[in-house]
């Protein structure tokens, strides 16, 4: 990594408070540094799902003949490009290709790019994960039923994808054959955007938020309606939200607030808080809070068999 880069890191770091240590038990908690400082693994391929330089996404194949159950994969980075790329997300990639499992890991425009935002940050991620259906005629992918896996700001984009069916005709994100998500796993993610405007820079920032839905439009009554999950109400998809217990980023009590909200409409979803964990550790290979997103994969594999 270039020293721009840990730059970059250290800053998000520090704004997400993840160097803090957790007084009660003496633990520090994971910096990025930490994660990417190991040596980065590399996908199989690179294959873009449309013209610009953003959009592509990165297959990891396991090895032997497949076919191979898939993962969707899309990382955080409170949605701007110029905090987090999908490479974050290389380790926990490989670690699911050792396990025998396809990973289909997306890039997209955060809201920092010409056209990111609204529509462009989301019709990159619903058309990278529609891309699937191309790459399967040409790689041995399983796609009957998929898992979609997100840390902090992909969180709450996998939960979107699984609700695209839910949205308006009448909106720009409207698809009409949206890829069906069997189970989406957030790790730290932020599933009400109206939640996570409100808790400020304690989470990603109002201003992050307000970038992502276009809250300066004056021709959408409400922009939480087609970009929001929690707005955009029950979905077929088994919904699991983990977090770290020491997250300051993403906190438990933002995952137990959604499902309180989600379950009496009769949403399938549940949430785990793993013990001593904060937020880099949701997608460290070796941590509990890693494991506890692999069995959840594992178990969303079974399922579908």
Not at 21 to 29: E, M, N, S, W, Y
Not at 110 to 122: E, K, L, N, Q, S
Not at 153 to 172: E, K, M, Y
Request: charge should be neutral; aromatic fraction near 6%.
């Amino acid at each position: 990594m270039t020293l721009a880069g840990l730059a970059v890191v250290a800053g998000f770091c520090a704004a997400a408070g993840l160097l803090a240590t957790v007084a009660a038990a003496q633990t520090p908690l994971m910096s990025w540094g930490d994660l990417l400082g190991r040596p980065l693994p590399s996908p199989n391929a690179r294959i873009p799902y449309g013209p610009l330089p953003d959009q592509f996404g990165e297959l990891w194949l396991p090895a032997g003949k497949g076919p191979f159950p898939v993962v969707v994969m899309v990382h955080g980075g409170c949605w701007r490009s110029s905090v987090a790329k999908l490479s974050i997300m290389n380790y926990a990639a490989e670690n699911l290709r050792a396990r025998g499992v396809a990973v289909w890991n997306l890039e997209y425009r955060g809201v920092d790019r010409p056209g990111g935002g609204y529509p462009g940050t989301f019709e990159d991620v619903g058309a990278g994960a529609d891309a699937l259906r191309g790459l399967a005629g040409r790689y041995p992918l399983l796609l009957d039923h998929i898992t979609a896996l997100g840390h902090s700001a992909g969180g709450h984009l996998v939960f979107w994808l699984a609700a695209r069916g839910n949205i308006s005709a009448t909106s720009p994100l409207r698809a009409a054959r949206p890829l069906p998500i069997a189970t989406a796993i957030s790790l730290g993610g932020l599933p009400d955007l109206a939640a996570a405007r409100a808790a400020g820079d304690a989470a990603c920032g109002a201003d992050s938020v307000d970038r992502l839905v276009d809250a300066t439009s004056s021709r959408r009554f409400d922009v939480y309606a087609d970009t929001s999950p929690a707005e955009l109400g029950r979905t077929v998809t088994r919904e699991i939200l983990i977090n770290g217990e020491w997250d300051t980023l993403a906190p438990p009590a933002m995952g137990r607030a959604y499902v309180a909200r989600m379950r009496p409409g009769g949403q399938a979803v549940r949430q785990t808080a793993v013990a001593g964990m904060g937020h880099v550790e949701l997608i460290t290979p070796g941590t509990a809070a890693w494991a506890s997103a692999v069995q959840a994969v594992e178990a969303a594999i079974r399922e579908g068999r």
